[in-house]
Nanobody
Framework: QVQLVESGGGLVQAGGSLRLSCAASGRTFSSYGMGWFRQAPGKEREFVAA???????YYADSVKGRFSISRDNAKNTVYLQMDSLKPEDTAVYYC???????????????????WGQGTQVTVSS
């Protein structure tokens, strides 16, 4: 089984940057696809970014050009670099891990077997 712990959230002004980290347990981490989702109050959880075991990335249209996902398998860690933050990026951000066959399926919640506890990101205007 895999345990995920997010960190790096906080309060930042619009236009600023944050880097989220997701530390994972499990010796088979490198074979998993990893993703970031977010959920704002009163809204459904939505896909943000994902990366396959071999480094292929996917992004929601709303964050393309601003966010970047990466992974360091040696450290069992996935990152989400967030630049040019906007107030509408305010949400709880969740890290997820899943063993999938088709990479694009990582855009879907059903692809994931494990979820972190979430970390709050607040962007002020």
């Amino acid at each position: 089984q895999v345990q995920l712990v997010e960190s790096g959230g906080g309060l930042v002004q619009a236009g600023g940057s944050l880097r989220l980290s997701c530390a994972a347990s499990g010796r088979t981490f490198s074979s998993y696809g990893m993703g970031w989702f977010r959920q704002a109050p009163g809204k459904e959880r939505e896909f943000v970014a994902a990366i396959t075991w071999n480094g292929i990335t996917y992004y929601a249209d709303s964050v393309k050009g601003r966010f970047s996902i990466s992974r360091d398998n040696a450290k069992n860690t996935v990152y989400l670099q967030m630049d040019s933050l906007k107030p509408e990026d305010t949400a709880v951000y969740y890290c997820a891990a899943g063993r999938v066959v088709i990479g694009i399926r990582l855009k879907e919640e059903r692809a994931y077997d494990y979820w972190g506890q979430g970390t709050q990101v607040t962007v002020s205007s």
